[in-house]
């Protein structure tokens, strides 16, 4: 009888001993087992980090290509402008230049001065008309003040007068505005 109870008690321990092991294995398998959905949440944190990354590299890439071909399109249409912007000036000039032909083959036969004279002072006219109407404008100069943003001093004399002291007495070349900017400047002569 002893023996049979000994039995039994040993069957209980072992029986304890087993679901304790069951338990403890079972936890360490949830341990497991959350240790390896956090790895695997971190390796996906970490793949989503990579991609985030990635495609944060490919929009740079994209746009910095954007980028230089916008750069290489306004080049190439800024070459292309210089190139034809004096195109409409060249054109509204050939009627001048038509005129001047004709005022040549006019001189071969002619013998008076004054219609030869009148025909090249028509021609002037049409011509400064033309430059006009792009902005060209004549710099007024004599007996104006002397102004280094629009005039060059080529020499000075002694003004005649005191009231042309500093001022432009004659004019050796016009000066010219071309859309209120100065294209050449007036080469005058200033009084001392």
């Given at each position: 009888?002893?023996?049979?109870?000994?039995?039994?008690?040993?069957?209980?321990?072992?029986?304890?001993?087993?679901?304790?092991?069951?338990?403890?294995?079972?936890?360490?398998?949830?341990?497991?087992?959350?240790?390896?959905?956090?790895?695997?949440?971190?390796?996906?944190?970490?793949?989503?980090?990579?991609?985030?990354?990635?495609?944060?590299?490919?929009?740079?890439?994209?746009?910095?290509?954007?980028?230089?071909?916008?750069?290489?399109?306004?080049?190439?249409e800024?070459?292309?402008?210089?190139?034809?912007?004096?195109?409409?000036?060249?054109?509204?000039?050939?009627?001048?230049?038509?005129?001047?032909?004709?005022?040549?083959?006019?001189?071969?036969?002619?013998?008076?001065?004054?219609?030869v004279?009148?025909?090249?002072?028509?021609?002037?006219?049409?011509?400064?008309?033309?430059?006009?109407?792009?902005?060209?404008?004549?710099?007024?100069?004599?007996?104006?003040?002397?102004?280094t943003?629009?005039h060059?001093?080529?020499?000075?004399?002694?003004?005649?007068?005191?009231?042309?002291?500093?001022?432009?007495?004659?004019?050796?070349?016009?000066?010219?505005?071309?859309?209120?900017?100065?294209?050449?400047?007036?080469?005058?002569?200033?009084?001392?």
């Amino acid at each position: 009888m002893f023996n049979k109870k000994k039995k039994e008690e040993e069957a209980v321990v072992e029986n304890q001993a087993t679901e304790e092991t069951k338990e403890n294995n079972s936890t360490e398998n949830t341990e497991n087992e959350a240790t390896v959905n956090e790895a695997a949440e971190e390796l996906s944190a970490e793949d989503k980090l990579k991609q985030e990354v990635a495609e944060l590299n490919d929009k740079y890439l994209r746009l910095f290509a954007e980028f230089d071909n916008f750069k290489r399109r306004t080049q190439k249409e800024r070459v292309e402008l210089l190139q034809t912007a004096g195109k409409d000036v060249v054109v509204s000039l050939l009627p001048v230049l038509d005129d001047f032909e004709r005022a040549i083959k006019a001189t071969e036969n002619t013998t008076e001065v004054a219609p030869v004279r009148e025909g090249i002072v028509l021609v002037q006219t049409k011509l400064k008309s033309i430059l006009n109407q792009k902005g060209l404008k004549e710099i007024e100069s004599i007996n104006t003040e002397f102004n280094t943003d629009l005039h060059e001093a080529i020499t000075q004399i002694p003004s005649p007068t005191e009231e042309q002291k500093g001022k432009v007495i004659d004019e050796l070349e016009k000066g010219y505005t071309l859309n209120d900017k100065v294209v050449r400047f007036a080469k005058v002569v200033v009084g001392a």
